[in-house]
């Protein structure tokens, strides 16, 4: 029986992450899950599909959670970001790139704007390619309602849907000249690596200091960008390591005892960084390690306030 649930456990928690944005959370809604699939198996209930039960469990309870979180998102402070994760190491490329557009940051930002049915249904459906007559199964609903509710959720999210057709290598080779322009303060540098319209986005969740709102344009991003690594550049021992965030390139940022100060995700296409998000909330990093309490504060001054 553990076998089963270690095999069953890793799809489960891509469901539940990707409809909750939270690693925390989606921890908490596969391991409710796998209990409760334990539970029934050890009653003597004959389960015919394990994977269908379970993935039915994790997105009832994502539903429930999505809609206590939709709540508790009014009320918090500066821009939402999802937690992030570290990726890479899947050894099928294509099933990588496939998935790793579906993990983006960019991407998990634009399921906010689904209802928690729509967007269970929209993942089920367009990342998960569960069939409707399964999806139907899984949610509750007729066949009908959920083709609905998928056409709905593609409304909502196909024209700001993120590109990414650049190849890793690619993206890569973007990355390490982002990262050397930041930590040199070559501001042309960095400016011909930033698409006219590129937005950055802060999410401090008013625990540590970031914007309240995106900035956008090449110019006004790059000096923001610099002016802030000028801040954290005085934190003792600090360092870069380059890392895959959701699937994309992206960075933490460490103090002197290798405890995290940030995570840093970028979003590329057309040969150019498009977007880039960096969520600085230790509660949304504690996942990851140790985490830093060397960056300013909210009410402490500082660059990314501007």
């Not at 024209?159 to 690619?170: K, M, T, V």
């Amino acid at each position: 029986m553990a076998e089963l649930l270690d095999e069953l456990r890793p799809r489960a928690f891509a469901i539940a992450y990707r409809m909750l944005g939270s690693v925390s959370e989606a921890e908490d809604v596969v391991q409710e899950a796998l209990l409760r699939l334990h539970g029934v198996v050890e009653a003597g209930e004959e389960i015919e599909v394990p994977e269908a039960y379970l993935a039915t469990v994790v997105t009832r309870l994502g539903i429930d959670r999505l809609r206590s979180a939709q709540v508790r998102r009014e009320t918090y402070v500066g821009e939402w970001l999802p937690e992030p994760v570290v990726t890479g190491g899947l050894d099928d490329p294509a099933a990588h790139a496939e998935m790793s557009d579906s993990l983006s940051l960019a991407f998990l930002v634009l399921l906010e704007r689904l209802s928690p049915e729509q967007r269970a249904v929209f993942l089920l459906r367009e990342v998960f390619d569960y069939g409707y007559d399964a999806i139907a199964e899984i949610v509750g609903k007729s066949e009908a309602a959920c083709r609905q509710l998928v056409v709905r959720a593609r409304r909502h999210i196909e024209q700001d849907r993120p590109r990414f057709e650049a190849s890793r290598q690619e993206h890569n080779e973007l990355a390490r000249r982002f990262m050397t322009a930041t930590q040199t303060g070559d501001l042309d540098g960095l400016e011909a690596l930033l698409a006219h319209d590129v937005a950055v986005h802060g999410d401090g969740g008013g625990k540590a200091r970031a914007r309240a709102h995106p900035l956008f344009g090449r110019r006004r991003v790059a000096r923001s960008l610099l002016s802030y690594m000028r801040v954290v550049r005085g934190i003792e021992g600090f360092s870069i390591r380059p890392v895959e965030v959701n699937g994309h390139p992206g960075a933490l940022g460490l103090d002197g005892q290798q405890r995290v100060l940030y995570v840093l995700s970028l979003d590329i296409a057309d040969g150019q960084i498009q977007g880039i998000r960096s969520i600085v909330n230790p509660d949304k990093l504690r996942h990851l390690g140790p985490v830093s309490d060397l960056l300013p504060t909210p009410l402490s001054p500082g660059p990314s306030s501007e």
